[in-house]
């Protein structure tokens, strides 16, 4: 699978900026992709006030997604603020090339920023099937938590997108690294660059690591689009060789 990472300094709160930027960058993309993966909140950064910027799952944002998703017949991934129902979500979307949209509603909603008081949880993880792959699509402050992305459904690929800034991301890069390992699947981490609104600067490391947690993409620093294949049957054979998963523990989650 042949993927996209866009790590961008995202404009606070500005919509219509932010998404004619990932619009110029996904139409860039000259080489044929299977997949684009954007940060968290890529339509407006790490934001409290969803009240000024909220999206509906049928507005313009997700139209213009639709839209690319089948111009360059590729999938694309990321998260925006949602409001349905009267509620506020970070809503990851994974859009199809059909148009077709499966998502996940963050789970671990990051209480040193007052996320949960702002935001509802979701309360379902997420297995997209495309392609020939499984996919586990995550945000941010779910890194941390490793129960809830245990490889239970045999899935090939672990995604994270983030807004992870400066002063943690040694985190981040053990993080990622930790869930690559465990869960015997390749991860990618999408993470933004620049400063937000609350003067808290990011510096990306947006990466990619294989099953054994070697790195295939370095954490990077820099305002650009990153591009890796990822070879399936490699790491199948891997888990196959090794069975590490195999002794895993059961368990439910309440």
Sequence with gaps: MKIALIQAPLIWENREENRNYFKDKINSIQEEIDLVVLPEMFLTGFTMHPENVAEIMDGETILMLKS???????????????????????????????????????????????????????NEKLIVEYKGWKICPLI?????????????????????????????????DILLKARAVENMCYTVGVNRIGEDGNNHPYSGHSQVVDFLGNYIIEPQTSEEIFIVDLDKNQMLETRQKLGFLNDKDDFSLL
């Design 140 to 172: 941010c402050y779910d890194l941390r938590f490793p129960v809830f992305s245990r490889n239970v459904e045999d899935y090939d690929l672990l995604i994270y997108v983030a807004n992870w800034p400066t002063q943690r991301i040694q985190a981040w």
């Design 68 to 122: 690319l998703a089948k111009s360059k017949n590729t999938a694309i991934a990321g998260s925006l603020i949602i409001r349905e129902n009267g509620k506020f979500y970070n809503r990851l979307v994974f859009i199809f090339p059909s148009g077709e949209i499966r998502n996940y509603d963050k789970r671990h909603l990051f209480s040193l920023a007052g996320e949960e008081k702002i935001y509802t949880s979701g």
